[in-house]
Every structure is written in structure tokens, then in C-alpha cells.
Nanobody
Framework: QVQFVESGGGLVQPGRSLRLSCVAS????????MAWYPQAPGKQRDLVAA???????TYADSVKGRFTISRDNAKSTVYLQMNSLRPEDKAVYYC????????WGQGTQVTVSS
């Protein structure tokens, strides 16, 4: 069974940065489009960043220029560098492939508040 383990979240002030990590097991990260899906309270999970097997990246308009997705194939790990964080970025962040598997990790909480 595919598993995702997210980490790196926390409480930060607006304008600060966080780097999220996602270790994927039983999946070949370098041959799969991987993505990050934040879920804010009361809202559905939405894709904000994706990276293809050809290392082509795409971003939602809300994070473009602030977030960067990357991948370390040797570590089966996907990262999300989050800069210039805003209060509206608050969410539980999940990673998964695109299209998604039915199984999800526990996510990592990101809170942006002064």
C-alpha cells in the first residue's frame, strides 16, 4: 500500500518561510507526477503545486512566486518550500500523486499568524 508521510509544518508569522517534506513509500516518485494539496478548515483539498516526472512544475495562482515544489528521487521525497507566508495559507498540507491515490497521509499543519 502506498504511504505518504508529511512533515515540516508549524506556526510562523506572516512573511516567514517553511519547508514541507513528504516521504512516499511504495511509489516511484521520479516517474510520477507528485503534488501538494492543502486543506483549510471547512474546505476541500485543492492542488497548489505539482511536479511531473520531467520536473515540470505548476502552481496555483494563489502561491505562484511564493512556493516552490521539488523532488529528491533518491530519497523518494517531495518538498514544498513556502516563502512569504500569509494567514490564508493556513491549512493541513497533504501530498499525493496526481491524479490522487485513495489513501492519504496524516498531513502537516501550517498556521500563519502574528
Amino acid at each position: 500500500q502506498v504511504q505518504f508521510v508529511e512533515s515540516g509544518g508549524g506556526l510562523v508569522q506572516p512573511g516567514r518561510s517553511l519547508r514541507l517534506s513528504c516521504v512516499a513509500s511504495r511509489i516511484i516518485v521520479d516517474s510520477t507526477t507528485m503534488a501538494w494539496y492543502p486543506q483549510a478548515p471547512g474546505k476541500q483539498r485543492d492542488l497548489v503545486a505539482a511536479i511531473t516526472s520531467a520536473t515540470i512544475t505548476t502552481y496555483a495562482d494563489s502561491v505562484k512566486g511564493r512556493f516552490t515544489i521539488s523532488r529528491d528521487n533518491a530519497k523518494s521525497t517531495v518538498y514544498l518550500q513556502m516563502n512569504s507566508l500569509r494567514p490564508e495559507d493556513k491549512a493541513v498540507y497533504y501530498c499525493n500523486k496526481y491524479p490522487t491515490y485513495t489513501s492519504w497521509g496524516q498531513g502537516t499543519q501550517v498556521t500563519v499568524s502574528s
